[in-house]
């Protein structure tokens, strides 16, 4: 009876150190979050951006597994309340970015990779990321549209883009909507990038 007490003893330590120790890496990882969701997305957004750049696409093979990833990690470290930030910031970004694909100005790659950065860093740095992508992209829209000659036409459609909506609805004038092919598109994904990247040095 001794051993077999000793056994059951021995057993609920062994479980209970293992318990312990998996909350002392919990809460190790809580701690450190912010650089262990960095450098994930500090990843993706450098393959999104070359891929972007190179084919004006931002695949769904490099975008889905990385929102999933923030979905579990934010679980996985602050349980429910990690899980509903993350859901949170999934479907601002989701929102601002797909309103914006509907009226034509951005592409769908560019809707799913900040929903997905947003399950990442949550819907409160999400909303700084969002003003800084802004400043990104509009700076970088005025140094293609300066080089490439046409800043009095981006200036144009850009005004039609945004105050032409009550006449036209969302729907966007063909010259304007990224899906036409003879419409100029700017990769958005480094303006994604900046905005991002800038919300983690914030903090």
Request: charged share 10%; aromatic share 12%.
């Amino acid at each position: 009876m001794r051993e077999l007490r000793c056994v059951h003893f021995g057993g609920r330590f062994a479980l209970t150190a293992v318990i312990r120790t998996g909350e002392h890496w919990r809460t190790c990882f809580a701690a450190h979050a912010a650089p262990v969701c960095r450098w994930p997305t500090l990843a993706v957004l450098i393959v999104a951006t070359v891929t972007d750049i190179r084919s004006r696409r931002i695949p769904n093979w490099l975008v889905f597994p990385f929102l999933l990833g923030g979905l579990v990690v934010s679980t996985w470290v602050e349980g429910w309340h990690g899980l509903g930030q993350s859901l949170i910031g999934m479907l601002l970004g989701g929102l601002v970015y797909g309103i914006l694909a509907m009226m034509g100005g951005l592409g769908m790659g560019d809707v799913k990779l900040c929903a997905a950065i947003g399950a990442w860093i949550w819907w409160q740095q999400l909303v700084f990321a969002l003003v800084m992508i802004a400043v990104a992209g509009g700076i970088m829209a005025l140094a293609w549209a300066t080089f490439g000659g046409f800043l009095g036409e981006m200036f144009s459609g850009a005004g039609d883009l945004l105050f032409g909506w009550r006449k036209r609805g969302l729907h966007t004038p063909a010259d304007l909507n990224l899906s036409n092919p003879k419409a100029r598109k700017m990769p958005y994904a480094p303006a994604i990038a900046i905005g991002t990247l800038i919300s983690f040095f914030s903090r």
